[in-house]
């Protein structure tokens, strides 16, 4: 099984924020919610794995300092991130809860040819040349968000619009660009409507800040903000950016910060050389690695291959920041030229394991979305496109919620006992806190602690307790299982909420080949 939870719909005005905010977890429980309910979601086990404490601790530390002081997230990955509309909702519904501190990156996709986040449009003048992580050749080195901008053209600019004006985002009064800082670059001017006086940025040698300029506002951010390129000395060749954050000086509130590339994969990441110099002005306390789907795109699962390409991402973040927390979530069922792809339930029980073996966060979204070939009931509930790979506004809305209410119904789990935080291996967290058995209104889903029918028909789940009744006949320690036509040891696992590394090890399994009529051990 799976846990997960969802959505947090509190506002908080900033003369609130200025105050000290105890969160506890019946406020978070209280109000999770979501925009549908599907039987073939699993709502009432969304939450995070995690097998030491300290793997997710600072996180949810920080959290609860949230009032006094800014907790920053950074998630990374593909087109499912790039279009921003799940992140969006989990910076939208943490940021109500836990206060404003800034939308994060953004960028001029429209110079990169490809396009912007779902709540923003971009366009640009002049001749750009770009690189993105999924180029073949890579002419301009990557900073954090895969993609760079370059022009020699003098009168090149570009333009980021969101499409609504927010009273939160008039909070925005700093701007953070990364780009090139040197005396043979052009500068760079803004302005926040088309009719106010521009404002330079120079981007000249800066000692002690390499390729990273703090720029403090001059007037109220709405929705608008335009740049042109200046050249004022003969020295100066081009102008090459990496990317801009939108941030709030007060330390307070989340700082949520989206970056991804389509069709990237966990190789792209490795190409983005300037990622490690640009973390350390990022300074994560989340992040979340959001890869996958490109990776199993060819239907090969190749464990050596994610666990030297994850391993070498998560040595690169530990670098700058050792004590980070790093969550990993697997990925949804999905399919490529009409083949499901199967290995997907593969990934997902590697992740497992490797987030066991590095301390770090585990958020098993394959599963929580429905497990294999879902992905066709998403099409058919209307919230996933016909490529069965991507979601329609309303799917990545709900995928948005499931991804954040895991993180808070661990939180709140945290918040009522920090000493039973850990989730072992899919099963049902027994006792469950008592804040978790709040019903938010008729309109949102049941979160009482019993299994979802889907479980029930899969096995009935036993679960541990303390000290089992007296009067019970003892229970085996473990059941049998006939291998037939079809089964392999990852289908067995998923189905008896195992995995596939203990399946071998009590069955003393030297290879995944099975015969049918096999005997295997249960756990």
């Not at 979501?34 to 949810?60: C, V």
């Not at 006094?68 to 790039?82: A, F, M, W």
């Not at 981007?203 to 109220?220: R, T």
Request: overall charge positive; aromatic content about 12%; glycine content about 6%.
């Amino acid at each position: 099984m799976r846990f997960k939870n969802f959505f947090i719909l509190l506002t908080f005005s900033n003369s609130l924020l200025s105050q000290k905010i105890t969160f506890d977890s019946a406020s978070i429980v209280s109000n999770i919610s979501y925009s549908k309910k599907l039987d073939f979601i699993e709502y009432k086990t969304n939450e995070l794995e995690f097998y030491t404490l300290n793997a997710i601790k600072p996180f949810f530390e920080k959290l609860k300092k949230s009032a006094n002081q800014q907790v920053r997230v950074l998630h990374i990955g593909d087109s499912h991130v790039q279009y921003d509309r799940g992140a969006g909702e989990m910076r939208n519904s943490f940021q109500a809860l836990f206060g404003f501190s800034g939308r994060g990156f953004i960028f001029p996709y429209a110079a990169g040819g490809t396009h912007a986040a779902y709540d923003y449009k971009t366009t640009a003048t002049g001749k750009w040349y770009s690189s993105r992580n999924i180029s073949k050749e890579i002419n301009y080195p990557l900073g954090v968000s895969g993609i760079t901008i370059n022009t020699k053209d003098t009168t090149a600019g570009f333009l980021i619009q969101f499409y609504n004006s927010s009273v939160e985002r008039n909070a925005v009064d700093k701007l953070n660009v990364f780009a090139k800082t040197s005396d043979s670059s052009f500068h760079l001017k803004y302005r926040l409507s088309p009719t106010s006086d521009w404002t330079l940025i120079s981007l000249s040698a800066i000692p002690f800040s390499q390729n990273f300029v703090e720029v403090m506002l001059n007037e109220k951010f709405d929705k608008y903000i335009e740049f042109k390129v200046l050249k004022n000395d003969s020295i100066q060749r081009n102008l090459e950016l990496y990317g801009i954050q939108l941030v709030s000086s007060k330390n307070q509130g989340i700082l949520y910060n989206s970056v991804g590339i389509n069709g990237a994969s966990l190789q792209s990441f490795m190409k983005q050389d300037l990622f490690v110099d640009q973390l350390k002005y990022v300074k994560p306390d989340l992040v979340i690695l959001d890869y996958g789907t490109n990776d199993l795109a060819g239907g090969k699962f190749d464990s050596m291959y994610f666990d030297r390409n994850l391993g070498q991402s998560i040595r690169r973040i530990r670098s700058v920041i050792p004590d980070v927390c790093i969550l990993i979530p697997s990925i949804q069922d999905f399919s490529v030229n009409g083949r499901n792809i199967a290995i997907t339930s593969n990934y997902s029980e590697f992740v497992r394991e490797f987030v066991k073996k590095n301390n770090l966060i585990f958020y098993d979204y394959y599963w929580i979305s429905g497990a294999r070939k879902s992905m066709k009931k998403w099409y058919n509930s209307g919230i996933a496109k016909s490529d069965f790979v991507h979601l329609t506004e309303d799917g990545y809305f709900l995928k948005g919620q499931l991804y954040g209410n895991a993180i808070l119904n661990s939180f709140a789990r945290y918040l009522s006992n920090p000493k039973d935080s850990v989730i072992y291996d899919r099963k049902i967290i027994a006792p469950p806190i008592k804040d978790t058995l709040a019903i938010s209104d008729s309109s949102h889903v049941n979160l009482k602690n019993e299994p979802s029918e889907s479980v029930k028909k899969e096995k009935k789940i036993e679960i541990k307790k303390t000290e089992p009744p007296k009067d019970k006949k003892k229970i085996p320690s473990s059941k049998m299982y006939i291998v037939k036509k079809g089964d392999t040891l990852s289908k067995i696992a998923t189905r008896y909420k195992t995995s596939v590394s203990q399946l071998k090890k009590i069955n003393k399994l030297t290879s995944d080949k099975l015969q049918i009529g096999q005997k295997l051990k249960l756990p």
